[in-house]
């Protein structure tokens, strides 16, 4: 398994482009099982979560052509689809559960195994699984699988207890080839939705409001082929800003849309940072001849246009070094905190108390080994380990791998002193 080397590294400074987002490419490829041409996918990011779906999308019958240098996918899902998705790859991505609304709206029958529980909580599926049921399909769960049929979809008003993201696509995905009228009510408002309604919009469906928490829409026949430029990154760049802030220093992220930023700038600001709108981008600056020092400050985690819960942990390297006490509260997500005992390992001062983790700002961290224990804790403790002293050995990186393109070499292009060591644990 590979690894990051990590040592204490000089304030980062430069400017770096952001990919395409995760968040919105994996629904929106999923959404492609429900167009019958051909549909081109711009700006997809070279991530390992991306390579998982591209190959459930191959094993249920789709073609797909991926460019990684360009960054173009091109996808097919004209011939014969199959309605089972696979276990292997289902159990790895909570994402590919995203297939289960175009496959029924599609197909009329599907049957997808139950994401289950993973490392930051448990996680169901039963918004999803009430929304399909709303639009009549029959739903039952057996074997650990989740089977759904329904000879065509019907249109419904369905009101979403939480508005969950991947419940509020996976139903608008289904409802766009039902018959009449959908109304989706207090749904998600994330960016990565609209990205996902523009998309199947310009392959013929009829989606108005998404972005608001209600959602309208109408039924079509089917779907054509659509030209797509997928939206960048809101959680890589704002990685990108903390880190900034992290090292004392001064980067500018570029392909950004800074209005999906705001949460996190209106708190990289109260930290005490310099963050400006450029014409080229965000710049986030250490304000070095102000004393620079950054200022405490409490968090809490929310749905969109709250603090998106991706941010927690990197937002986290920050606080473990500012003056004073923070206190950050996780309300998407029940055990989001397995980032804190590896920030401990670095000498951060963390307690956790129920849904809040209270940090007394501490001087220095000290390189140690640590684990990413998952995606965003992962890039997390690579920022933590660049203003540690000494050296930081980061393993576990597959999980970074799943949502970050070439976060060592970006950081190493900003001036961080980072290297990716492969099948380290082979080499002892
Ligand atoms: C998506 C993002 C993930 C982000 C999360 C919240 C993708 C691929 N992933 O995940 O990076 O952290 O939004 O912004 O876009 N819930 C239920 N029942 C359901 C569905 C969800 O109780 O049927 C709960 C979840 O357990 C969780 C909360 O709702 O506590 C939020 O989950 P949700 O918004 O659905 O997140 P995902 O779509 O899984």
Known sequence: MARFIINNSPPLKGSVKISGSKNAVLPILAASLLAEG???????????????????????????????????????????????????????????????????????EVNVPLPGGCAIGARPVDLHLKGFSALGAQVMQEHGNVRAKAKRLKGAKIYLDFPSVGATENIMMAAVLADGVTVLENCAVEPEVVDLANFLNSAGAEIRGAGTDTIKITGVKSLSEADHQVIPDRIEAGTFMVAAGVTKGDITVTNVVADHLKPLIAKLKEVNLDVTETEAGVRVKYQEEKGGHIIAADVKTLPYPGFPTDMQAQFMSLLILAEGTSIVTETVFENRFMHVGEFKRMGADIKIESRSAVIEGVKNLTGAQVK????????????????????????????????????AEKLSQLGARIRREEDFSEKK
């Open 38 to 108: 051909e549909c081109v996918i711009r700006d997809v990011p070279c991530q390992s979560d991306v390579e998982t779906m591209r190959m459930l999308l191959e094993r249920l019958g789709a073609d797909l052509y991926w460019d990684k240098e360009a960054g173009i996918i091109q996808t097919l899902a004209s011939g014969r689809l199959r309605t089972e998705a696979e276990y292997e790859l289902v159990s790895k991505m909570r994402a590919s559960f995203l297939v289960m609304g175009p496959l029924l709206a599609r197909l009329g």
């Open 372 to 407: 990413a224990t998952d995606l965003r804790a992962g890039a997390a403790l690579a920022l933590a380990a660049l203003t540690a002293s000494g050296t930081t050995e980061l393993s576990d990186i597959y999980h970074i791998d799943r949502g970050y393109c070439n976060l």
